[in-house]
């Protein structure tokens, strides 16, 4: 079972480029990583899913190294509206079955 | 399109109590998973029903249970409520069919519980 551990906070000036890495190191072959954004007082929201290599959507690219054991959200020129939790989630699936293993978030904090 | 729903949104019980939370998941998704999220240890998985029948189950004593109906929609009970069980209980629908996650699920709002 995968477990994942992440920065618990970061601070970036607006403008500039976030990267958050997971590490997950026992994560196995068939295990998908994704990441999600959470506001107070709301749940979690998907942000981007990838296996291996590199994934880009309209608001944020996923970097997964050969060996797949982290994985770094990267958030390009962030503003205000970007202060939230930050999770990567790791799902480990097989045989009809799977597990969920969340990070404990990074709280990221954009300063004006 | 309607996202995922849950009901109520905030309630306060006693120690010893019971109480049962509800989720109605996105239409069409039959997948509906529960999270139990707490300052110190985040998030954490519940269980996830799939047409009717519980798929998976997280590390939780037997006081934590649910169900789900032939609509999808979903509750969750805690009975013998503790302190510690003071959280946002947060449900998630997805389109999954049986057999697989790829971890692209739709989170509601949550409920938030407190035990007094």
């Known amino acids: 079972l995968a477990k994942t551990t992440q920065p618990i906070s970061m601070d970036s000036y607006e403008g500039q480029e976030v990267n958050i890495t997971c590490s997950h190191n026992?994560?196995?072959?068939?295990?998908?990583i994704t990441w999600y954004q959470q506001f107070p007082s709301q749940g979690p929201r998907f942000i981007i899913q990838?296996?291996?290599t590199k994934v880009t959507n309209e608001v944020a690219s996923l970097f997964i190294p050969a060996d797949r054991k982290s994985s770094t959200l990267s958030l390009p020129r962030v503003s205000l509206s970007d202060t939230a939790v930050y999770y990567c989630?790791?799902?480990?699936?097989?045989?009809?079955?799977?597990?969920?293993?969340f990070g404990k978030g990074t709280k990221l904090s954009v300063i004006p | 399109k309607a996202g995922v729903t849950q009901t109520p949104r905030y309630l306060i019980k006693t120690r010893g109590q019971q109480v049962t939370l509800s989720c109605s998941p996105i239409?069409?998704?039959?997948?509906v998973s529960w999270y139990q999220q707490t300052p110190g240890q985040g998030l954490q998985f519940l269980f996830e029903?799939?047409?009717?029948?519980?798929?998976n189950k997280g590390n939780f004593p037997g006081r934590f249970s649910g169900r789900q109906f032939s609509n999808s929609r979903s509750e969750m009970n805690v009975s013998t409520l503790e302190l510690g069980d003071s959280a946002l209980y947060l449900c998630?629908?997805?389109?999954?069919?049986?057999?697989?996650?790829?971890?692209?699920?739709?989170f509601g709002e949550g409920s938030r519980l407190t035990v007094l």
């Open positions: 990838g296996y291996k």
């Open positions: 029903y799939f047409s009717e029948t519980q798929r």
């Open positions: 239409s069409g998704h039959r997948s």
């Open positions: 989630l790791v799902v480990n699936s097989g045989a009809g079955s799977y597990q969920l293993t």
């Open positions: 998630a629908s997805s389109s999954t069919v049986a057999g697989g996650n790829t971890g692209e699920l739709f």
């Open positions: 026992n994560i196995a072959t068939n295990d998908y």
